[in-house]
DNA sequence: CGGCCGATTATCT
DNA sequence: GATAATCGGCCGG
């Protein structure tokens, strides 16, 4: 099980440390599992991609509060958004959830999600995940580190640091420099995934 | 493949 | 009244 200072770290160092950590949920009497793959860090006020640019708000108090609480958030009129957050109470910060790889009840969650069922972009994006996973702002605030609750993370895979790459945060918009090129944003890809899972089965 | 664009509404100014 | 940490459809090459 995941502790307390697990999360209570700044999201820069706690988001490539979730690659590889499952994400499981109950769900219509369903358990759902995948292997978190794509990460994004917001971190503080001082960063301008961060909701918290502009204080606390009845939205995005959440990230003021405890880490390893979910932060979730609508936008687009129409998506759901899954964020774990991060640092110490009152420093506003937070991992978003970008990528899944389906580890357990995938054909639950196709129900939930049948575009594109399981091809390549499935479950590729922020929004989709949450929907194979049934997650909505019903979940906001939810304690993310009970283990057989409605939704809850584990240690999972052991993926090395070079199989890890950082690349700049997508969807920013206008968002000014430094914080639109800074390499917040932490993947593994599916095939390394994959090989993992079929190397760590055997010890 | 890649780029453009409309959908749709809670939240904040 | 404007914006949005996105998605999926449609277009062209």
């Known amino acids: 099980?995941?502790?307390?200072?697990?999360f209570e770290r700044p999201a820069p160092l706690l988001a490539p440390d979730l690659i590889g950590k499952a994400l499981a949920r109950r769900h219509n009497g369903n358990m759902l599992v995948g292997i978190i793959t794509e990460t994004e860090a917001y971190q503080g006020q001082e960063d301008l991609a961060c909701h918290a640019r502009v204080g606390k708000t009845k939205r995005n108090q959440v990230?003021?509060?405890e880490a390893g609480k979910a932060?979730?958030?609508?936008t687009y009129g129409m998506h759901w958004l899954l964020n774990i957050v991060a640092d110490q109470v009152d420093t506003p910060a937070a991992v978003l959830i970008r990528e899944i790889f389906p580890l357990a009840g995938a054909e639950?969650?196709?129900?939930?999600r049948p575009h594109l069922a399981y091809s390549s972009q499935w479950l590729?994006?922020?929004a989709k995940l949450t929907q194979a996973f049934?997650?909505?702002g019903s979940l906001n605030g939810h304690d993310l580190q009970e283990k057989g609750s409605e939704l809850y993370l584990v240690e999972a895979l052991v993926v090395p640091q070079d199989k890890i790459k950082a690349s700049p945060r997508v969807g920013l918009g206008n968002t000014p420099e430094p914080w639109l090129s800074l390499p917040w944003r932490w993947e593994v890809s599916?095939?390394?995934?994959?090989?993992?899972?079929?190397?760590q089965k055997k010890e």
């Open 190 to 199: 599916w095939q390394d995934v994959k090989e993992l899972i079929a190397e």
């Open 134 to 136: 049934g997650i909505d």
């Open 108 to 112: 639950a969650m196709a129900l939930n």
């Open 71 to 74: 932060y979730i958030y609508f």
């Open 63 to 65: 990230m003021y509060g």
């Open 124 to 126: 590729n994006g922020p």
């Open 1 to 6: 099980m995941l502790k307390a200072d697990f």
